[in-house]
């Protein structure tokens, strides 16, 4: 049991807001997941230039006192570049201006134990052991600002209670996915992805899916085209929260075993486990709120 959380905002008032909407929201979820807690949020895309890396120093030896510092002299001193950075505890979010491979290449050769959670223009990302409430406060998320954002709060049931194995979950750039449930088939996902050169990371299931779904937009299939597929292709019981550049995407598997309800009014479109992390939100009760059918795609777009 797990709990997912998502906030669009509509209105520019709101998106300084973001933060501030979301923490209730994940605190929400506590009682479906107390062990570990994340979130995406987007941003304005940078330049179609530069990038940005979310990074985690937790599995390091120095933890929250990582040298971030130095890490953009050496980042300056070996590969050329000027790194800005934004640290907040144990994580930093590194700006570039040249492609992000060969930064991500250097880092995992130099810094083994730094771990990257994400890449994209528009994405950052925070995720770490411990509950909604003291991961929140531990990386401020009641001041983040944005578009659009995804969280989940876990309760590991497959695989061990680690930084990496909390959602969300990323492959590619600036896509996402958090889930609540279980799929019965990801190692044979996984048997049909590492072939073409997909490579994984972790045992934990909501993997594959991210991974199968982001590799079919990488395959030139749309959001809706890559949902479709993912009906056939991931068993399993699955409520699936998603972020991109500009959309959040909500799909249920066809029994609908895993609950959802969605808040929409003028201002937002929120998405939560329960509507208990809906009821604090603005003119709530004004919102149109539903449950999603199974086996139906809802996208929005930011």
């Known amino acids: 049991m797990c709990g997912i959380v998502g906030l669009l905002v509509k ?18 979820m506590t009682e479906r997941g107390p062990d570990s807690a994340g979130l995406a949020v987007f941003t304005e895309p940078l330049a ?8 985690y120093s937790g599995l390091t030896e120095e933890g929250a006192d990582f040298n971030w510092l130095g890490l953009g002299h050496e980042l300056k001193a070996h590969l050329g570049i000027e790194a800005r950075m934004a640290v907040q505890g144990n994580h930093a979010v590194l700006t570039i201006g040249i492609a992000p491979e060969p930064v991500k290449r250097w880092i995992k050769e130099h810094h083994p134990r730094l771990h990257i959670l994400s890449t994209g223009r528009a994405i950052d990302l925070y995720k770490d052991i411990g509950t909604p409430t003291e991961v929140a406060e531990r990386y401020d998320f009641k001041h983040l600002t944005g578009t659009h ?13 680690t930084p ?7 492959a590619g750039e600036d896509f996402c996915l958090v889930h609540n449930g279980s799929l019965s088939n990801p190692y044979g996902v996984r048997r049909m992805l590492e072939p073409r050169g997909i490579k994984f990371e972790t045992d934990n299931d909501t993997e594959a899916a991210c991974r199968f779904l982001e590799w079919r937009l990488r395959e030139g299939d749309d959001l809706e085209t890559a949902l479709q597929k ?18 959040l995407a909500l799909i249920r598997d066809p029994f609908a075993c895993k609950p959802a309800v969605v808040a929409e009014n003028d201002e937002y ?6 509507f208990r992390s809906l009821a604090h939100l603005p003119d709530i009760k004004n919102a149109k709120v539903f449950e999603p059918a199974p086996e139906e795609m809802y996208v929005w777009t930011a």
């Open 230 to 247: 993912g009906f056939a292709e991931l068993d399993g019981f699955y409520t699936f929260l998603m972020g991109t550049t500009d959309k």
């Open 269 to 274: 479109v929120a998405i939560a486990s329960e």
């Open 164 to 170: 990496d194995r909390a959602h969300p979950f990323t």
């Open 11 to 28: 209105t520019p008032a709101l998106k300084a807001r973001l933060g501030e909407l979301m923490v209730p929201m994940l605190i929400g």
């Open 149 to 161: 954002l995804v969280g989940h709060t876990r309760m590991a049931t497959e695989s061990a209670v």
């Open 48 to 55: 179609t230039d530069e990038r940005k890396i979310s990074l």
